[in-house]
């Protein structure tokens, strides 16, 4: 990093002092104020090391590759999904700060995470990331699109990254409020397609509660073409 970045990123230390986004320490060096993450806490963020569900992103006890909750669910469009971290303690802190208090210096942690789990996953390699599109009004309503923030710094990292945004979204109801069959009913016709699919494609999302979202999503895609539909959420609720 040269020296003119060094006296931006200090300089902006001093006058506008930075606090990590998860322990709430004043941060300082270059690295901590990069990524809004003090040492300690850069440290102790990791995933989960043992088993995954590959339907829900859940950690499996005894299970192999599905958990009995998936097991016992309809079938799937989607043919896996990835998660990184569960949706409590700091790992919610993290999110709230990126998404609500828009703290944008976590894009860059968060992409680099995704990033290496793609270069990792083989049947990854080839597949088009497609971002989950956002709720009619919520750009609106918010200021902006944290999901489509986080894809366009995945693509300024890893430039050989291929994005289609393929998907649009009429207005329904909020998610959050409703139930796994009821988000599926509320979003039912309400997820589009703008134009013909990748055939390998991985869906991002910052966060994936019952996979409603991720199973419409790629139930349209597949209903257009596309032959193999991975997701990759954030954080599992």
Request: aromatic share 10%; net charge positive; proline share 4%.
């Amino acid at each position: 990093m040269n020296i003119l970045i060094k006296i931006i990123f200090w300089g902006k230390n001093f006058f506008f002092p930075s606090e990590c986004a998860v322990c709430g320490v004043c941060l300082s060096g270059i690295e901590e104020i990069k990524y809004s993450l003090c040492e300690k806490c850069f440290s102790s963020i990791k995933q989960n090391p043992g088993i995954k569900c590959n339907l829900c992103g859940k950690p499996l006890v005894s299970e192999i590759e599905t958990c009995l909750v998936c097991r016992n669910t309809e079938t799937r469009s989607y043919d896996r999904l990835w998660t990184l971290y569960p949706y409590i303690g700091k790992y919610r802190k993290l999110l709230t700060s990126y998404k609500f208090k828009k703290n944008i210096s976590l894009a860059d942690f968060f992409a680099e995470k995704i990033i290496k789990v793609i270069a990792q996953e083989c049947v990854l390699k080839e597949a088009v990331i497609v971002p989950v599109p956002p709720r009619p009004g919520k750009i609106k309503s918010s200021g902006w699109d944290q999901v489509d923030y986080l894809i366009k710094r995945i693509k300024k990292i890893s430039k050989e990254t291929i994005i289609c945004g393929c998907l649009k979204r009429k207005k329904s109801k909020i998610q959050k409020y409703l139930k796994r069959e009821e988000r599926l009913k509320n979003l039912k016709g309400k997820i589009l397609l703008k134009k013909t699919p990748p055939k390998i494609i991985l869906i991002i999302d910052d966060i994936i509660t019952t996979g409603s979202t991720l199973e419409v999503c790629a139930e349209i895609l597949k209903e257009g073409g596309a032959q193999k539909v991975y997701g990759l959420s954030l954080f599992y609720d």
